[in-house]
Structures are given as C-alpha cells and as structure tokens.
C-alpha cells in the first residue's frame, strides 16, 4: 500500500484492490450547502393565506382560522368584511388587509377578550379597524391589539371603541406607526406597560364624544421613543410618563385636555423632550429629575405653563404664547424642595412668573 499526501486535508490511498479519494475540507462544505439547502427550502415554503367574509374561492372566511393553518412566516391578506372574532396569533407572521383598515372591520365576538392578542415575536398586523365595544364596560379592560411579545410592527390600524386602544405589556422592539384610536369615553389610547426600546410614532388619538382618560401612557418603561404623535381631548394627560426613565419624545402635538397637563412626566428621570407642542387646561408638569425639556411649545393654557418637582432639571429654548393663566398661578413653577433646576432663554407672554411653591 502507497499512502501519498498531496495536499491539505487530501490523502490519496492506493491497494491492489481499490482506490479511495476522501476530501475532509470538500465533506464539511457539502455538509454546509445541505444545511442551508434545507433552510432555503423552508423559507421558500413560506405561503400567503387568503381570507374573505363572503367569498367562497378564498382559502378561509375566519382569520382565526387561517392563522390556526398557518405556519410561522406565512402572510395572511384579508379582503374587505366584517370580521366578528376574537384573534389570537401564536405564531410569527404578517396578517394585512388588502383594502385598508376604512373597509376591514374585526369586531369583538366576546367582550372578555382582546380583539386581538399576540403572544408570538416578529408579528405584523396592517391595515385593520379594530373595535372591542366595550366602552362602558370598562372593568373588563379590553384592547383592541394586545402585545405581549416582542418584535412586532403595528401599522396603519383604527382603534375604534376601547377600553385601551393598543396595549403593550412586557414588550420590547416594537414598532407603532400611523395607526389611530377613536374613542367616545375609553380609558387609553396607547398604553405602554412595563415595556422598553419601543417606537410609537406618527399616531393619533382622538375622543369622539366622551373625552378619553389617557391618551399615550406609559408606565414603568424605558428607552422607549415617542415621534409626531397627535393627542386631541384627553380628560387627564395627553402623553404622560409614569416612573420611566431614558426615553425621548419629540415633535408630538397634545391638544384640548380637560382637567390635566398636555405632558405630565412623573417620577421619571433622563427623559429628553424636544419640540413638542402642548395646548390644553395646563401645558408640562415635571416630577423627577435630569430632564431636558428643550423647545416646546405651551399655548392656550389656563392653568401653569411649565412646573417642575424635582432636581437638576434643565428647560431651555421652550416658549409660551396666548395662555390666560389664573391669577393665582403662575406660569414657570418650580418646587420650593427642588435645586438645581435651570430654565434658559424662554420666550414667555408678558406677563410671567418664575416661582418657587
């Protein structure tokens, strides 16, 4: 027997009775190429699902039951209809309507559930109106899209008559954009719950009639980012903070509260906001520190137009025009316990206040 090594990892190896050619380096690549071999075949696998109230050639007429056929990275595209189920999607995939949300109702069949509910990462849902009906019935708190995963994308959706319109609880990446909420007398527009590194932007939440408790509240969550969102006719705060830290909110717009302040941060820290636009009963109320509150907008004000409790807050650049505040208020307050606060070149309608309460 001849053995001869003729180059890195090949042995040619020669008998009477056989020749055999082993390449350990050409092995291991064909084992490679079979593996994504096997990923592109189930990628390619990946099928778009049909659903339709009322026509019979599409593959379902039940979203439910589409998304309970499906396998994760299907598309699910829904026609025009309205849809009366409750929708739990388990598996990542991307369910859109084909018409637009104006035209493609889901409608709550059971007002103890979430219209829909998505426990799966890496979910789109596009293109949908969403309606629990559950105004009044308030104790149940129902909403419209409930996240409890991560990843996903919320898109172009109407929330129409819930107790919370889109609601996150423990989840993080997602992304809420262009959808609106609607309501005549719910608790929430947008409710971010223990959830971080979310962006919410380019939403609308609107009251109907019955002005809405809250319109973005986020609680006990951080690094979230808050774009060009629109607030019109929140009983309380417009787009509030609730022990949440390291977030930023830039160019939103809150008009016509009731009885509370366009933006109300409460006992949250490291928050920056720029250029956003607060005209209602009282502009932007501060508690916490480290805050960077950096040309914003208050108008329209009958109550205080900036108040700060807390320490090393900085407000600069922000102005203030066509507020009629009581005269027992002031326009700049700022907490007597509180230091360390500085307020730079405000542009203020004379006449103002900077005190101390």
């Given at each position: 027997?001849?053995?001869?090594?003729?180059?890195?990892?090949?042995?040619?190896?020669?008998?009477?009775?056989?020749?055999?050619?082993?390449?350990?380096?050409?092995?291991?690549?064909?084992?490679?190429?079979?593996?994504?071999?096997?990923?592109?075949?189930?990628?390619?696998?990946?099928?778009?699902?049909?659903?339709?109230?009322?026509?019979?050639?599409?593959?379902?007429?039940?979203?439910?039951?589409?998304?309970?056929?499906?396998?994760?990275?299907?598309?699910?595209?829904?026609?025009?209809?309205?849809?009366?189920?409750?929708?739990?999607?388990?598996?990542?995939?991307?369910?859109?309507?084909?018409?637009?949300?104006?035209?493609?109702?889901?409608?709550?069949?059971?007002?103890?559930?979430?219209?829909?509910?998505?426990?799966?990462?890496?979910?789109?849902?596009?293109?949908?109106?969403?309606?629990?009906?559950?105004?009044?019935?308030?104790?149940?708190?129902?909403?419209?899209?409930?996240?409890?995963?991560?990843?996903?994308?919320?898109?172009?959706?109407?929330?129409?008559?819930?107790?919370?319109?889109?609601?996150?609880?423990?989840?993080?990446n997602n992304e809420l954009t262009g959808n609106t909420a609607l309501s005549d007398g719910g608790e929430y527009g947008i409710h971010v719950y223990s959830s971080s590194n979310n962006t919410v932007s380019n939403n609308v939440v609107y009251f109907t009639g019955t002005y809405?408790?809250?319109?973005?509240?986020?609680?006990?969550?951080?690094?979230?980012?808050?774009?060009?969102?629109?607030?019109?006719?929140?009983?309380?705060?417009?787009?509030?903070?609730?022990?949440?830290?390291?977030?930023?909110?830039?160019?939103?717009?809150?008009?016509?509260?009731?009885?509370?302040?366009?933006?109300?941060?409460?006992?949250?820290?490291?928050?920056?906001?720029?250029?956003?636009?607060?005209?209602?009963?009282?502009?932007?109320?501060?508690?916490?520190?480290?805050?960077?509150?950096?040309?914003?907008?208050?108008?329209?004000?009958?109550?205080?137009?900036?108040?700060?409790?807390?320490?090393?807050?900085?407000?600069?650049?922000?102005?203030?025009?066509?507020?009629?505040?009581?005269?027992?208020?002031?326009?700049?307050?700022?907490?007597?316990?509180?230091?360390?606060?500085?307020?730079?070149?405000?542009?203020?309608?004379?006449?103002?206040?900077?005190?101390?309460?």
């Amino acid at each position: 027997m001849k053995t001869l090594n003729v180059g890195a990892g090949v042995i040619l190896e020669n008998t009477a009775n056989n020749t055999s050619f082993c390449n350990i380096n050409y092995c291991r690549i064909i084992g490679l190429a079979a593996i994504l071999l096997i990923a592109s075949a189930c990628l390619g696998n990946a099928a778009t699902i049909t659903v339709d109230d009322g026509i019979s050639s599409a593959d379902y007429s039940s979203i439910q039951d589409a998304i309970n056929d499906s396998r994760p990275g299907d598309t699910i595209l829904v026609s025009p209809g309205i849809y009366n189920e409750n929708v739990n999607v388990d598996r990542q995939l991307n369910i859109s309507s084909t018409d637009g949300a104006v035209v493609t109702k889901v409608i709550s069949a059971s007002v103890y559930d979430h219209v829909f509910e998505v426990t799966a990462d890496r979910v789109t849902i596009s293109g949908f109106t969403v309606s629990s009906d559950t105004i009044g019935n308030n104790e149940n708190e129902i909403a419209g899209i409930y996240l409890r995963s991560n990843d996903n994308k919320l898109t172009n959706n109407i929330l129409y008559e819930n107790y919370c319109g889109i609601a996150l609880n423990d989840s993080n990446n997602n992304e809420l954009t262009g959808n609106t909420a609607l309501s005549d007398g719910g608790e929430y527009g947008i409710h971010v719950y223990s959830s971080s590194n979310n962006t919410v932007s380019n939403n609308v939440v609107y009251f109907t009639g019955t002005y809405i408790t809250y319109g973005i509240s986020q609680e006990d969550s951080n690094n979230n980012r808050l774009f060009n969102n629109s607030v019109c006719g929140s009983r309380y705060s417009g787009i509030e903070l609730r022990n949440s830290n390291y977030n930023i909110l830039t160019g939103n717009s809150v008009t016509n509260t009731d009885e509370g302040p366009g933006i109300h941060i409460s006992s949250s820290n490291y928050n920056l906001l720029t250029n956003n636009v607060a005209n209602g009963y009282s502009g932007i109320l501060v508690s916490g520190s480290n805050n960077l509150l950096d040309s914003n907008s208050i108008r329209y004000c009958v109550d205080y137009i900036i108040s700060v409790d807390g320490s090393n807050n900085t407000l600069t650049n922000n102005t203030a025009t066509d507020n009629t505040t009581y005269s027992n208020y002031d326009d700049f307050n700022i907490d007597q316990s509180s230091s360390d606060n500085t307020i730079m070149e405000a542009i203020l309608q004379l006449p103002f206040t900077v005190s101390t309460w």
